[in-house]
């Protein structure tokens, strides 16, 4: 078993080159297999197979939104590799710490390919361990300076920002959506993904300053009005903030849900941004914030055409899903670093 801290060791700029070099040498997102839920025990299971013709793997992960009341991660998992010619298993990696690393690694190829070179000022709903492996994976491509912690809980904010310059020395800190003790190290429990931000945190008293100077405070919603970047990591089932609050140039990131009628944005910040995403199909099938939106097939813009140079288009809104592909490339990557 491949465990969280070797799969953090891979690093954020590894995993970033990794997903943009599997773009570039031409991976089809657009033919990947469907995730598969099924609902199970106290939530549900999620199947996400992909391969190619090297390796074939398989992320087998449980939710279950009741866990945070019992102390325990709203998620586990586990991926399977396998050699693809002849299906022979290669290795078992801690899902919860892969998707931890994988899914603000394509946010942050997202942002190098949409996102100002200058971008400096980042916005971040969500106080967990998705809030906190943006923070650092979006700091790997674009000079962030400051960060503004938008949380519903007063406490887990208060605790991310005193905790701050302790948590983050570098990507090798980055844990799993369930193996990051978010307890011990920021001294709160938190919900894998973090938590909707539904009202201003502007109360809380602390400011982190890091190492390299990095300045983390909390904030409320009307904060994304002097964002370069927001990123919204929760597990909000409706719009955070009002889009007519961004400026202009204003890069956003979703990634909390992967479900029709769950969004993190309004429609008035697609409308504003248009939409980068991993794929057409899976975005029209699993993106609430763009289906409610009412976006269509030919309004979308994905990640393997900015790769590609095939389109000189730049959206403001990344939006994923997470796909299986993404799993596969970063448990790939994980796995040869180790060899």
């Not at 948590?167 to 993904?193: C, I, P, Y």
Request: hydrophobic share 45%; proline share 6%; charged share 20%.
């Amino acid at each position: 078993m491949i465990e969280a801290d070797q799969i953090a060791e891979l690093g954020f700029p590894r995993a970033v080159a990794a997903l943009r070099a599997a773009l570039a040498e031409g991976l089809d997102p657009e033919a990947e297999p469907a995730r598969v839920a099924v609902p199970l025990g106290g939530g549900e299971m999620l199947v996400m197979p992909s391969g190619d013709a090297k390796v074939a793997g398989v992320k087998l992960v449980g939710i279950a939104p009741g866990n945070p009341v019992r102390g325990l991660p709203r998620i586990h998992g586990v991926y399977v590799l396998f050699d693809a010619p002849t299906l022979a298993p290669r290795a078992i990696l801690d899902g919860a710490a892969l998707t931890s690393l994988r899914t603000p690694a394509v946010s942050a190829l997202g942002v190098d390919l949409v996102a100002p070179p200058d971008a400096r000022k980042l916005v971040v709903f969500g106080a967990g361990p998705q809030a906190l492996g943006h923070i650092e994976a979006i700091r790997a491509v674009r000079p962030i300076d400051s960060v503004r912690v938008v949380g519903r809980d007063p406490a887990k904010v208060d605790a991310l920002i005193r905790n701050f310059g302790n948590v983050w020395r570098g990507g090798a800190e980055v844990s799993g959506e369930s193996g990051f003790d978010s307890s011990s190290r920021l001294g709160a429990t938190s919900s894998a993904g973090g938590e909707p931000s539904v009202s201003a945190a502007g109360h809380v008293s602390h400011a982190g300053v890091a190492g390299d100077g990095l300045v983390v405070e909390a904030a409320g919603p009307e904060a994304v009005a002097g964002a370069d970047i927001v990123a919204c990591c929760t597990t909000a089932r409706g719009p955070l903030f009002d889009g007519k609050l961004l400026r202009d140039d204003a890069v956003v990131v979703a990634v909390g849900s992967h479900e029709p009628d769950a969004r993190e944005v309004d429609a008035e910040t697609v409308r504003r941004c248009g939409a980068l995403v991993e794929s057409r199909v899976s975005a029209l099938r699993e993106a609430g914030d763009l289906i409610q939106a009412g976006v269509a097939a030919g309004e979308l813009y994905t990640f393997s055409e900015l790769v590609r140079g095939v389109t000189p288009a730049r959206p403001r809104l990344i939006k994923t899903v997470g796909m299986g592909w993404e799993d596969l490339v970063i448990a790939a990557a994980v796995v040869e670093s180790l060899s």
